[in-house]
């Protein structure tokens, strides 16, 4: 028994069942932040800003009325990352790792304790299997990607 068209990525994989219910279960997470998602969900290439914003406002960290500016101030007022980018840059899958790993309290290991950044974040979210595709911290990820990890992440914690 296959599946249907709608549930198939576009390269003929099936979706993964996590990334549906996640996808299902964001409109009450996230009540203001629809629009957000929508557009970083057609993102070929996700900006800091939206990507940044939905991860933060998972955690709690920024309100649903937030602007991806606002989410990027907040990753500089909570000294998430090193180095914050703008608002409007592509994110790499480092920094949406990173943040990940520190909003969500993830805890890494050894690498990661003593030298935390976006290498050691996506070595620990890939060693929990919660990554697909080529895992390079550095490597531009799409607004979907953004949205699988997390949702990914989220329901390895029982958040969804």
């Not at 608002?87 to 993830?106: D, K, M, N």
């Amino acid at each position: 028994m296959g599946t249907t068209a709608f549930f198939r990525c576009p390269d003929g994989r099936p979706y993964c069942l996590v990334l549906v219910l996640w996808l299902a279960a964001a409109a009450g997470v996230f009540a203001q932040s629809n629009q957000v998602i929508d557009r970083l969900m057609d993102e070929k290439q996700a900006s800091f800003g939206d990507a940044a914003y939905v991860i933060l406002s998972a955690a709690g960290l920024v309100p649903e009325d937030a602007t991806g500016e606002d989410a990027a101030a907040a990753v500089a007022e909570h000294k998430l990352l090193q180095r914050v980018p703008s608002a409007t840059e592509p994110v790499t899958l480092g920094q949406v790792c990173s943040l990940i790993v520190e909003t969500q309290r993830i805890s890494g290991g050894l690498f990661y304790a003593l030298f935390p950044g976006p290498r050691y974040a996506t070595r620990e979210i890939a060693s929990l299997g919660l990554l697909k595709g080529y895992a390079h911290p550095n490597r531009v990820v799409s607004g979907e990607e953004v949205m699988w990890i997390l949702g990914a992440v989220l329901n390895s914690k029982g958040k969804v």
